[in-house]
Nanobody
Framework: QVQLVDSGGGLVQPGGSLTLSCVAS????????MGWYRQAPGKPRELVAT???????NYADSVKGRFTISRDNAKNTVYLLMNSLKPEDTATYYC???????????????WGQGTQVTVSS
């Protein structure tokens, strides 16, 4: 079994910064893409950023230049540094990861439980 635990959300003023973290644990052979998604009330879940095990990150246009995704493969951890936050960034943020539990396993996608980010004055 694989668990993803995300954390770091909170209340921040417009223009402020937050860093989210997500740790994957359990039976893990390898992880490929890791990413962050968000969902605001009444809206569908949307991609924020993804990062492969090696290579360039991908960002939603709405966060380019403000958010930075990074990962520590040795710690099975992905981070999201969020700068210049806006009220429209308010949402529940979810991490996800593509994981193989054994060398012969297929890839499966796992999700964190979500962490709330509220941007308000």
């Amino acid at each position: 079994q694989v668990q993803l635990v995300d954390s770091g959300g909170g209340l921040v003023q417009p223009g402020g910064s937050l860093t989210l973290s997500c740790v994957a644990s359990g039976r893990i052979f390898s992880i490929n893409d890791m990413g962050w998604y968000r969902q605001a009330p009444g809206k569908p879940r949307e991609l924020v950023a993804t990062i492969p095990s090696a290579g360039r990150a991908n960002y939603a246009d709405s966060v380019k230049g403000r958010f930075t995704i990074s990962r520590d493969n040795a710690k099975n951890t992905v981070y999201l540094l969020m700068n210049s936050l806006k009220p429209e960034d308010t949402a529940t943020y979810y991490c996800n990861a593509g994981v193989r539990t054994y060398s012969w396993s297929l890839w499966s996608t796992y999700w964190g439980q979500g962490t709330q980010v509220t941007v308000s004055s």
